[in-house]
């Protein structure tokens, strides 16, 4: 059964960046849908961006140019560098996957595997 850990947060100030990773194990990612998701304290959880299977890209507004995602199928890992990171990109950030044939979606509920978590915190 696939799993997820991600890595990567921290403590950051702000203008500064971060790249987190998200890796599997058990399974292989290349057949996989793959977003990354953040939540704040007493918000919802919010979809960043995603990436599919075929490698296309969906981004939220808020993160637009400065964020990007990526991913190494033969290292089994997806990435989300984060330049520019602002106050507002504090949160909990999760990397999940599913499997879809249409592409992938940024909305959380589609999701069934996730991981544990890492936290990003952005403050002088």
């Known amino acids: 059964q696939l799993q997820l850990v991600e890595s990567g947060g921290g403590l950051v100030q702000p203008g500064g960046s971060l790249r987190l990773s998200c890796a599997a194990s058990?399974?292989?990612?290349?057949?996989?849908?793959i977003g990354w998701f953040r939540q704040a304290p007493g918000k919802e959880r919010e979809g960043v961006s995603c990436?599919?299977?075929?490698?296309?890209?969906r981004y939220a507004e808020s993160v637009k140019g400065r964020f990007t995602i990526s991913r190494d199928n033969a290292k089994n890992t997806v990435f989300l560098q984060m330049n520019s990171l602002t106050p507002e990109d504090t949160a909990v950030y999760f990397c999940?996957?599913?499997?879809?044939?249409?592409?992938?979606?940024?909305?959380?509920?589609?999701?069934?595997?996730w991981g544990q978590g890492t936290q990003v915190t952005v403050s002088s």
């Open positions: 999940a996957a599913e499997i879809r044939p249409t592409g992938c979606l940024r909305a959380p509920s589609v999701y069934n595997t």
């Open positions: 058990s399974a292989t990612l290349d057949r996989y849908n």
């Open positions: 990436i599919s299977n075929r490698g296309s890209t």
